[in-house]
């Protein structure tokens, strides 16, 4: 459709206040009550509560004219009859059945209608849309804009500057209000390159009536659990029109855009959401970001212009800034890319557009010329594979192509971060006359970065060459070449396929601009290495490497190279999701995973992971690799004992004596026998198993909210409604509870709450001792671990021990996860509490994840036990158990790791005490050393806990590179476990993120 004029909608608002909106209600509707003034920038609406509930008077300038007013009304009664599941305001007919009014005001007249008033809460407030809420945004667009298909009315057609197909007209029309002229080049240059990308399908788009303005501003919602509003309803239908179908969705996204930060795959969901009810085409799909350029480009001159008429609006200064923003970010992106991103993110393959250039680049001739002395890439392996060339001979070259993925073997105890480490694996393959070749589409880990809230571009869009000095290199296409600043050159094909070379220099022979064929020398390789880089798309400048999340588009452009060398470098690409689904299918599902969505975790180092696409994460979860994740001392120690022996304790070997005596030494004095097992379940099971045979009783006073492992005894003991929803139901009649002794939320609070706690042990032992049934132990954990560390009020362990050996039972502590010098300040967490218990059970960084366990307690105990029948663990204590036991204690102590814990844990603690000052939704900060939970409470009188905030926040903690998961029995706590050697570097990376969380909102 030709569509030429258009109106420019600011004439007056309308002068109609409180008190003339409740004349008009009364006379016109029949209906009174309270009125409130609602915010409008063109018109008058007041909300009034009537009896008969809320319903919003909305008075117009009569610029919208009558026929737009009654297609909205007409819209609107469309909606509520053929959609009712579409929440959105229903006209209420006046007292003699009409639905528009025009009511005298000032000199003039203006339009009146009633409507039903939709309640919900505006999006308005947050710093950032959740991705769910950016999917909501799309969905509820394109269900409004499937819904108006079948509605038509002669009032849609209407000529205003928000209408898309006149963006072309409105931009240059209005350009002139913008005063700054390099901001006016910056909006007419990015409107004339989307008008003409535009136009390329302009022709083609569907068109019908949109809603026009269906953005965050337009919709309210409810809060979800984890308080975020989910948009489900649409409050404002000012924009109606005949336009594109797209528009809607340019508009949608438009919105997102405008929030800082947000880039094009941030409004991936909302592109997917409404390509899942309203399938977009090709040509929809290639339109919509020329749009959102030119409603970026609309929104500038509009506002610049509305402020030219009426200088001294300041409300127009904050909406300007975001639409400048949007303008920004959207002509940030290259149009080709853009389209590229958007087909791979809804799963399409990337278009037509540059089939021609990728035929091309499928068929170029290799570069590397074999002959004498040259050299081609020939087989594909992680490791060195190279045949020599014999000097002066025509040769067939083999060469290797080198991982440097992130689960690349070359690439071990740290090697990754070695600022050459590509350069030297690179030479390394191509040793000692071959070439080497890295791959391409690869997610290298050597490009990660470690303690950054920002994902790192860690995807190759080239490919990087080693070749033997001196070999030839040739045009693999015909095409003009011309030579680029840092010794390399560009090649670009007639289809606009060009290739970019980096570390060879074109010979002298070869003139700049000149044209060449394919196989015509064009040099020779004198460098260290060459990169060689397609694109299809002569415009683009790409870079090296691409962001994971833009990969796919980015791959799209810069195709694979593997014809420049005849061998293949493309990188498998992994499938993350059929990964998870056979793990899925395969594993009992009973084995969670942390995230709904989880990410790929392929290499740990130190106290970060790496998921496969090459992004770290400060790793907060991880108390079993208490030295760190893949420590060298500890994989050679253990290679080399697998290599030497292994079998099992019955035999006599150095190993199990030393690691025993080792052991023993760090438990306090009288606690010298020590039984080697390979978990704490299995350790908190022998250790109930000792008390009940060593006592001959069969009762334990076991702690609520604890978890003490999955066998029959340790889960018997485990009560934490978390990991069992119904453990209080079902606990064996032997086991007797005794309340959390948590004075921050339990039943008892406060400082002084440890006698209280204390009373209600000795009360539940003395009941039991008159029931004739003694518990043979009191276990506990010596921090509530489970609740994030917190600290048991002071002199309750002491008189709970007291009783239970009062009573003739033993004292069992549960040090699998507190102990080991993790708490900083203590090896055991029971010193704090100035108390030595009988048994202690021990595990997790007793191994950093290698599987070993151990119950140690007094001689006396251990023979009573032994008195009774023999104890077996088949792999428990084995040699390899052993001397990872022993290597880990050495890193302990020779790495300073318990001192480590006191400085960092200080830090930390330090740190979000400083955040709870400034984010009422951290009720308390528990724990000491690296052990520390931050418990998170929607009030702070009533500690509701905020279970939902926490989990959204770990949610968000992952985005920016930290792996933090909810604990506690109302799943409202962050507990930081990290491993021991975490840095104040990382600490603070941690610490950073949770307040750009904390501040964002969720
Ligand atoms: C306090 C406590 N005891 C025992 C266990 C069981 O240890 P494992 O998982 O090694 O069997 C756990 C595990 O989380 C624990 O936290």
Redesign the pocket.
């Known amino acids: 459709m030709q569509v030429d004029g258009f109106s420019l909608e600011v004439s007056p608002r309308p002068t109609v206040d409180a008190a003339g909106a409740a004349a008009i209600a009364r006379e016109l509707y029949g209906v009174e009550g309270p009125v409130v003034e609602l915010g409008s920038q063109q018109d008058r609406n007041f909300r009034i509560d009537t009896c008969a509930g809320r319903v919003v008077l909305k008075v117009a300038n009569p610029g919208w004219g009558v026929a737009a007013l009654e297609a909205q009304n007409a819209a609107l009664t469309h909606l509520a009859t053929h959609h009712p599941d579409l929440v959105a305001p229903v006209p209420r007919a006046g007292l003699d059945g009409r639905l528009l009014y025009e009511v005298p005001d000032g000199a003039g007249t203006v339009l009146v209608r009633l409507l039903t008033y939709v309640e919900g809460t505006p999006l308005t407030g947050a710093r950032r849309l959740a991705p769910e809420v950016v999917a909501d945004l799309g969905r509820l667009s394109a269900r409004v804009c499937s819904a108006l298909t079948t509605f038509d009315h002669a009032g849609l057609d209407r000529a205003t500057q928000w209408d898309l197909r006149r963006a072309v007209a409105v931009v240059p029309q209005l350009l002139g209000s913008v005063g700054d002229p390099v901001r006016r080049d910056v909006v007419a240059d990015a409107a004339a390159v989307a008008s003409a990308r535009l136009a390329e399908v302009a022709a083609r788009l569907r068109v019908g009536p949109i809603h026009g303005d269906l953005t965050d501003d337009n919709v309210v919602g409810s809060r979800d659990e984890a308080g975020r509003v989910r948009p489900d309803a649409v409050i404002d239908f000012g924009d109606l029109s005949r336009s594109w179908l797209v528009g809607d969705l340019a508009v949608t996204c438009s919105s997102v855009l405008r929030y800082p930060g947000h880039e094009l795959t941030d409004l991936l969901p909302a592109v997917r959401a409404f390509h899942a009810v309203v399938p977009l085409t090709d040509d929809e799909i290639a339109a919509l970001w020329p749009l959102l350029v030119l409603r970026g480009a609309v929104l500038v001159v509009s506002t610049e212009h509305q402020l030219a008429l009426d200088p001294g609006n300041a409300d127009l200064a904050e909406p300007l800034e975001g639409e400048w923003r949007i303008l920004e970010s959207a002509r940030a992106v290259d149009l080709d890319l853009a389209q590229s991103l958007l087909r791979a993110g809804l799963g399409l393959p990337v278009g037509e557009r540059h089939a021609a250039a990728l035929g091309v680049a499928r068929s170029a001739t290799p570069m590397l010329s074999t002959g004498p002395g040259g050299t081609s890439v020939t087989s594909v392996t992680s490791v060195t594979s190279v045949t020599s060339a014999t000097p002066g001979t025509p040769v067939t070259p083999v060469t290797s192509v080198v991982d440097l993925s992130v689960t690349s073997p070359l690439l071990h105890s740290g090697r990754f971060l070695e600022p050459e480490v590509e350069h030297d694996v690179l030479r390394e393959a191509a040793r000692p006359r071959g070439s080497a070749a890295t791959r391409w589409g690869e997610a290298r880990l050597t490009r990660t970065r470690l303690d950054s809230i920002v994902a790192p571009e860690t995807i190759a869009l080239g490919t990087q060459v080693v070749a033997q000095e001196g070999s030839l290199v040739v045009s693999p296409l015909a095409g003009i070449v011309s030579r680029e600043a840092d010794s390399g050159f560009r090649l670009v094909h007639e289809t606009g396929l060009n290739l970019v070379v980096r570390g060879i220099s074109l010979s002298g022979d070869v003139a700049d601009g000149e044209h060449v064929e394919a196989g015509s020398p064009l040099g020779v390789f004198t460098t260290e290495s060459a990169h060689l880089q397609w694109c299809v798309s002569p415009q683009l400048d790409p870079p090296a490497f691409a962001l994971p999340s833009t990969a796919e588009g980015w791959l799209a452009l810069c195709p694979d190279p593997s014809p420049l060398l005849g061998v293949d470098v493309a990188a498998p690409r992994p499938d993350p999701a059929d990964l998870l689904r056979r793990r899925r299918r395969a594993l009992a599902s009973v084995q969670e995973s942390y995230y709904e969505q989880p990410m790929r975790i392929e290499r740990g180092w130190r106290h970060h992971l790496v998921d496969i696409e090459g992004r770290a994460y400060v790793d907060m979860v991880n108390n ?1 690799a208490a030295i760190g994740h893949a420590h060298p001392r500890l994989a050679d120690a253990v290679e080399r004992q697998l290599r030497t022996l292994n079998t099992n304790s019955r035999f006599h070997y150095a190993a199990i004596a030393e690691f025993s005596e080792r052991l023993a030494g760090l438990a306090p004095e009288g606690l010298d026998q020590v039984f080697l097992v390979n ?6 099971d022998l250790a109930l198993r000792m008390a009940q045979t060593v006592t001959g009783r069969q009762d334990v006073v076991a702690v609520r909210e ?6 029959a005894l ?1 889960d018997a003991v485990t009560t934490s409604l978390y990991d069992n929803p119904s453990a209080l139901d079902s606990r064996p009649e032997w086991v007797h509870l005794t309340s959390a002794p948590n004075a921050y939320r339990g039943r008892f609070r406060g400082p002084s709450s440890g006698a209280d706690y204390a009373a209600e042990v000795r009360e539940l032992i003395d009941g039991l001792v008159e029931r004739g049934r003694p518990p043979a132990a009191y276990v506990c ?1 010596p921090l509530l ?2 609740a994030g560390g917190v600290f048991l009020p002071d002199g309750y362990l002491t008189a709970a021990y007291d009783a239970v050996r009062a009573a003739g039972g033993l004292a069992v502590a ?5 102990g080991y010098g993790r708490t900083g300040r203590w090896w055991w967490a029971f010193e704090r509490s100035g108390v030595v218990p009988d048994v202690v ?1 021990v ?2 960084a007793m191994g950093n994840g290698h ?1 070993l ?1 151990a119950v140690i307690t007094t001689r006396e105990i251990a023979d009573a036990f032994g008195a009774a029948g023999s104890f077996f663990s088949s792999a428990g204590g084995s040699p390899v158990s052993c001397v990872t036991g022993m290597t880990v204690l050495d890193v302990i102590q020779d790495e300073g790791l318990q001192a480590n814990a006191v400085a960092v844990g200080d830090h930390l603690v330090e740190g979000l005490t400083a955040l709870m000052a400034r984010h009422s939704v951290i009720g308390a900060v528990h724990g000491t050393g690296l052990y520390l939970g931050v418990e998170l409470v929607r009030d702070r009188e009533t500690l509701e806990p905020a279970g939902a905030e926490c989990a959204a926040i770990c949610e968000r903690l992952r985005e920016l590179g930290v792996i933090v998961q909810p604990t506690g029995e109302r799943a409202n706590v962050l507990k930081l476990k990290p491993p021991m050697c975490l840095t104040l570097g990382s600490a603070d990376v941690v610490l950073h993120a949770l307040d750009a969380v904390l501040t964002e909102g969720w």
């Open positions: 079993v978990s704490g379940s299995e350790a908190v604890a978890y003490h492992g999955w066998t340790s954990e671990g489970n549960d040090e699998v996860q507190v059970t595990a997790k599987p366990g």
